[in-house]
């Protein structure tokens, strides 16, 4: 019966300064076979009971062991500085141990390779924990070749980008990318010099852009033909205003979402490109997501596509709306109120913030307030007046009123200037208030004169009124129209004017301070 074997691991002895044998002598320069030893006393095992299990290993161990100042001595010292160098970037033993033994290969690097490597990528900003997380997650970025090119890039080439790529986006892009797919990277970056992105603001791109999904995992003909596609639509001013369309599959993604907006649009490449630069991020909704939204406005609120795309035009995010919980409602409170197909379409070019905004928390509290002030439930007139207040907030329509209402007008009053002038209860409030402070106190005008010409309120104090008021009273003295006053046009008052030399153009109607 043969003696039971025990399988024995070496390790140093206490007072020994090296690292653990199996790190110095990792599993990929010695073959990883256990020696196996006779059961005797374990403290000092004679070298004839030593029972390899192939001769050959026995050997290439003993030659590895073997007192050689020149060889051994160097290797244990690379151990040594290895131990070194990761207890610097927050590694105890144990940690190095663990990393050495699972990913050998760090071992037979080069002890300056690794040294180097690690100097860069503090160089990028990657340092403290981040750093460790990345060796632990990534070991492979300290041995593999092909981070070489990618740091020299960052570091030293002529974009002069060292420093100036966040920290975060570096971590990234060696986290969730294998060293493989880094090669070509600055081929690929370069290439968006060549479609309008310039030096000083690659910078953003590449702080902003998914490095992985945008250039590591697409081939270099791949990205020019999506530059290319993207160049009919804006190209390099539409990648600055959203990097992240560089994330997008060209196939799969960006040239059915475009497209579907190039069809509703009648093929209208600038009306198309107006679109995605107004609201670059459409090209995230799929194009299922898109459909539902225009087929709901056709077959709800029987808009033709032409309509549904004016008012993409003038407000894209209109597909960011839920259809369920906003569309729906919004536009059934419209047809409560009596407004036709082309009532519709006319009011959604003029307030589209009525599709986005909250009911609970804005578009109830503006429809208390009108309905307070006299505005009937289920009118046109109620729709009117709520798609002007879409443009200012709770607070400051509030204001608006009590402005109002300080000055001595009533209800009633405010019910008839926003009817003839909706415009009125969007005005900032202390503009207002500016305007109606002039007219009594400067103009000696009573306030009811708003009742008759309530857009008085909404050209500028400074640009028009005050001018055209010291004008006229030259002429005419006080008692002078405010319709004539303001309304006639600027060439018209120019003409009649007594003034020597021209006057200058002024602004128009609701050319308000707000």
Do not use: W
Not at 88 to 97: L, P, Q, S, V
Not at 120 to 149: C, F, M, N, Y
Not at 464 to 470: G, L, V
């Amino acid at each position: 019966m043969s003696t039971p074997t025990k399988s024995f691991r070496l390790s140093p002895s206490p007072s020994c300064l090296f690292p653990p044998i199996r790190t110095l002598f990792p599993s990929a320069l010695l073959p990883c076979q256990k020696l196996t030893f006779y059961p005797q006393k374990q403290d000092k095992l004679p070298l004839h009971f030593l029972v390899p299990q192939d001769s050959t290993l026995l050997l290439l161990k003993c030659n590895a062991l073997a007192i050689n100042d020149s060889s051994t001595n160097s290797f244990v010292d690379s151990g040594v500085m290895l131990f070194s160098l990761f207890r610097e970037i927050g590694f105890n033993e144990t940690d190095t141990e663990a990393l050495l033994d699972a990913h050998p290969v760090i071992s037979l690097t080069p002890f300056e390779s690794i040294r180097t490597r690690i100097h860069s990528l503090q160089s990028l900003g990657v340092s403290g924990l981040a750093l460790s997380r990345l060796i632990v997650k990534r070991p492979d970025v300290l041995t593999a070749v092909e981070i070489d090119g990618l740091v020299s890039f960052l570091i030293e080439g002529d974009l002069e980008l060292a420093g100036k790529i966040k920290s975060s986006q570096i971590e990234h892009l060696f986290n969730s990318t294998e060293p493989r797919f880094l090669e070509g990277f600055e081929t690929k970056v370069r290439l968006l010099l060549e479609f309008g992105i310039t030096q000083d603001t690659i910078v953003h791109v590449l702080n902003n852009a998914n490095l992985t999904k945008a250039f590591c995992l697409k081939s270099f003909e791949d990205i020019e033909r999506m530059l290319t596609f993207l160049n009919r639509f804006g190209g390099g001013d539409l990648i600055l205003r959203r990097p992240a369309l560089l994330n997008y599959d060209l196939d799969a993604q960006l040239i059915p979402r475009v497209g579907f907006l190039l069809e509703l649009s009648g093929g209208d490449e600038t009306g198309t490109a107006t679109v995605l630069r107004k609201l670059p991020f459409v090209v995230a909704y799929s194009v299922d997501h898109l459909k539902d939204h225009v087929e709901f406005l056709k077959s709800y609120a029987g808009l033709s596509e032409e309509e549904i795309f004016r008012i993409v035009l003038v407000y894209p995010n209109m597909f960011s709306a839920s259809r369920k919980r906003k569309l729906h409602p919004r536009i059934d409170f419209l047809k409560q109120c009596g407004l036709s197909s082309h009532d519709i379409f006319r009011f959604l070019i003029k307030a589209p913030l009525f599709l986005s905004l909250s009911f609970e928390g804005n578009l109830a509290y503006k429809l208390v307030f009108l309905v307070k002030i006299g505005y009937k439930k289920n009118t046109k007139e109620l729709a009117m007046a709520m798609g002007a207040v879409t443009r200012t907030s709770c607070k400051n329509m509030q204001e608006v009123i009590g402005v109002f209402l300080n000055y001595g007008l009533t209800f009633d009053d405010i019910l008839e200037m926003s009817m003839k002038h909706p415009q009125v209860l969007q005005y900032n409030h202390e503009s207002l208030e500016e305007k109606m402070d002039y007219l009594v106190e400067e103009m000696g005008r009573e306030v009811g004169e708003l009742l008759a010409f309530p857009a008085f309120l909404g050209y500028k104090l400074d640009g028009r009124i005050k001018h055209r008021y010291e004008e006229k009273r030259k002429i005419l003295g006080e008692g002078m129209s405010l319709n004539k006053l303001l309304s006639v046009s600027a060439a018209r008052f120019s003409t009649k004017s007594k003034r020597k030399g021209r006057v200058p153009a002024v602004s128009g109607l609701d050319e308000s301070d707000d």
